[in-house]
């Protein structure tokens, strides 16, 4: 299954699948059919059956149960990757039987100092990035275990599974694609996203988010002639942003701890723009920050007059609240993970996830993991046995004997 995976995993991340921004439509970018057309034709080689495309952007099949079992569990893994670092001529780098020493790609160093759980992966097989690009594990390692899972159940008859239920959606890392998921269709008592990184990891508790949009109206004047007229909209926003708490920014937090990020700001004497995002596993103490916005807003309305204008908009909610009116979800990788003589590992999402959002819309999804490291970026890589024992956590899941 080893050498299946990583089959799988190199071609897929060769195929540039970069989301963008700021789009309305789903998929974002049309060249992420480009790897769902791929995975169509690989799910029906393995015989899974019900196998479509939607206009949307999403790939689903099932493979039928082969036992009494009446559960139906979906796995799911998206296809792009982010729009903030280059996806385009993926060079995966294949090391075998890594020497637990510094990896030295063209013009990067993976520096054992820097990552310290390098020298744990020694005598094992990392695929990494040439140092250009995103390698694309997140999420085609995800995707890989899946096919991995189904290439194991289709060459092992005998191996009793409930009805396994698979999807490979667009728009992941920007958001909102999930509300085009057909769950109706998707027929699931409850799924997974396969989307973390270590392989023990079961995630059921992510922030609760929110972003904000400030933007400020100045009153621009030809500085000789400025005083007491002028009022810079570039400074009032530097002036907003110095009055939130110096601690709640992300570069000060860790674990539970909430933050405001401010992701973009540009501005001139006559207008200003912020944006913000704000993220709290605690609801209410999400509301306490949108509460400082408000407030910081009418102190400087006061201050100026009506120039600042702000819009905050709800994007996901914390998921652990509606996962635990019904755990099975969670026992059951729990009990998969122990099963294989791993130990489980469960910590906050210190983000966000589709199984965020599909938990809302009904559907119980927490996140397990791929056997991913270093996502975003070009030290992004992956260990190929974290990845097989992802897929044997997969099939133990939804085996039913």
């Not at 996806?87 to 637990?100: F, R």
């Not at 400087?300 to 905050?312: E, H």
């Not at 993970?337 to 983000?351: A, Y």
Request: aromatic letters at 10%.
């Amino acid at each position: 299954m080893k050498n299946k995976i990583l089959e799988y995993f190199l071609k897929y991340v060769k195929i540039d699948t970069m989301s963008k921004e700021d789009e309305t439509t789903v998929p974002s970018t049309s060249k992420q059919f480009n790897l769902a057309k791929i995975l169509v034709e690989d799910l029906k080689e393995l015989g899974l059956v019900d196998v479509r495309l939607t206009d949307n952007c999403f790939v689903y099949g099932r493979l039928p149960k082969n036992s009494d079992s009446n559960l139906k569990i979906g796995f799911i893994a998206h296809m792009d990757t982010i729009p903030g670092f280059s996806g385009t001529n993926v060079k995966p780098n294949v090391i075998y039987n890594y020497d637990g020493e510094n990896i030295k790609l063209n013009n990067i160093t993976l520096d054992t100092n820097t990552f310290s759980y390098l020298p744990s992966l020694k005598g094992k097989t990392l695929i990494t990035t040439d140092g250009t690009t995103v390698l694309g594990a997140d999420d085609k390692a995800g995707i890989a275990n899946i096919m991995g899972m189904l290439w194991y159940y289709v060459n092992n008859p005998d191996v009793k599974h409930c009805e396994i239920n698979v999807s490979f959606s667009p728009d992941e890392e920007i958001g909102g694609a999930m509300d085009q998921f057909d769950i109706k269709g998707f027929n699931s008592d409850f799924a997974y996203t396969v989307d973390g990184l270590r392989f023990n990891e079961i995630e059921y508790e992510n922030f609760n988010a929110a972003s904000a949009k400030v933007e400020i109206k100045g009153f621009d004047i030809h500085p000789g002639d400025a005083k007491d007229k002028m009022i810079n909209a570039s400074r009032v926003a530097m002036e907003f942003d110095s009055m939130l708490s110096e601690f709640d920014r992300p570069e000060h937090t860790e674990g539970y701890e909430g933050f405001n990020h401010l992701t973009d700001m540009s501005g001139e004497v006559g207008y200003a723009k912020l944006s913000y995002i704000l993220r709290n596993h605690d609801k209410e103490k999400l509301e306490s920050q949108k509460n400082d916005f408000i407030n910081i807003k009418d102190f400087l309305n006061k201050k100026y007059g009506n120039i600042v204008t702000l819009t905050i908009t709800d994007s996901y909610k914390n998921m652990k609240e509606k996962i635990m009116k019904d755990n099975r979800c969670v026992t059951r990788a729990i009990e998969a993970i122990k099963k294989l003589g791993f130990n489980p590992v469960s910590k906050p999402i210190r983000g966000g996830t589709d199984g965020a959002r599909l938990t809302e819309l009904g559907l119980n999804t927490p996140n397990l993991g791929t056997g991913g490291y270093n996502c975003h970026g070009p030290y992004e890589m992956a260990c190929l046995e974290e990845m097989e024992n992802v897929s044997k956590i997969l099939i133990e899941i939804s085996k039913t004997e």
